[in-house]
């Protein structure tokens, strides 16, 4: 129960209604919970099995170090080897590119497989 706690506590879910982060927190039981001060939100966890399903999709969670984003045009591309492209589109450099407007995000020597 405390390695699942650690991984609960270390986190953030979104809001139901207004999509803001909200941060965990420990109830006096030892037990997760989140608040949202603007919408008055409560998301209790209260039985072992719904904090192992909370802890399991936060460890499976898409993070925002898994992307890169074109400030330009607010598009994200997820770092991998996949997305690595190279040629006269791109003026030669390889690395991942913005799928709208071409522009390089991130050199290919700057990518690190995950």
Known sequence: MLRIM??????????????????????KRQ?????????????????REGINRLADSLTRSICGDDF???????????????????????GGQAGIHCPKCGELLLKADQIHST
Not at 6 to 20: D, L
Not at 69 to 89: D, F, H, T, Y
């Open 68 to 90: 890169v984003l074109c400030r330009s045009c607010q598009v994200a591309v997820r770092k991998s080897e996949k997305q690595i492209s190279k040629g006269p589109l791109f």
């Open 6 to 27: 650690s991984i609960v506590a270390s986190c953030t879910v979104a809001c139901p209604t207004c999509h803001r982060e909200l941060e965990s927190r420990t109830s």
């Open 31 to 47: 037990k997760p919970y989140f608040v949202c001060e603007l919408c008055g939100v409560q998301i209790f966890f209260r039985l």
